[in-house]
């Protein structure tokens, strides 16, 4: 049984950070890929950054220079740091690990940025 657990969400003003981690219960390179989405309210889920086995990254256009997605293999944890946050980066934030097509997702953690 695959599981990841998301931790590091909280309250941040405008132009803050927050670093995000994701824990798997087993070794992150046993995924395809693992992934940070996050869901807005009344919005879509979307994914916000991407991390390969072989360690290809890519990010959302809105995120691209502000978040950094990062991995500490001998945690098997995958964070996201996230840097000069604007309100509209107010999201419960989801890890996803892949594998093939098969997702595993957390539980998910708020993310609020107040103006």
């Known amino acids: 049984q695959v599981q990841v657990v998301e931790s590091g969400g909280g309250l941040v003003q405008a132009g803050g950070s927050l670093r995000l981690s994701c824990e798997a219960s087993?070794?992150?390179?046993?995924?395809?890929?693992m992934a940070w989405y996050r869901q807005a309210p009344g919005k879509q889920r979307e994914v916000v950054a991407t991390?390969?086995?072989?360690?290809?990254?890519n990010y959302a256009d809105s995120v691209k220079g502000r978040f950094a997605i990062s991995r500490d293999s001998g945690k098997n944890t995958v964070h996201l740091q996230m840097n000069s946050l604007k309100p509209e980066d107010t999201a419960v934030y989801y890890c996803?690990?892949?594998?093939?097509?098969?997702?595993?997702w957390g539980q998910g953690t708020q993310v609020t940025v107040s103006s």
């Open positions: 087993r070794t992150i390179f046993s995924f395809d890929v």
């Open positions: 991390i390969t086995a072989e360690g290809t990254i």
């Open positions: 996803q690990a892949l594998i093939g097509l098969v997702p595993y």
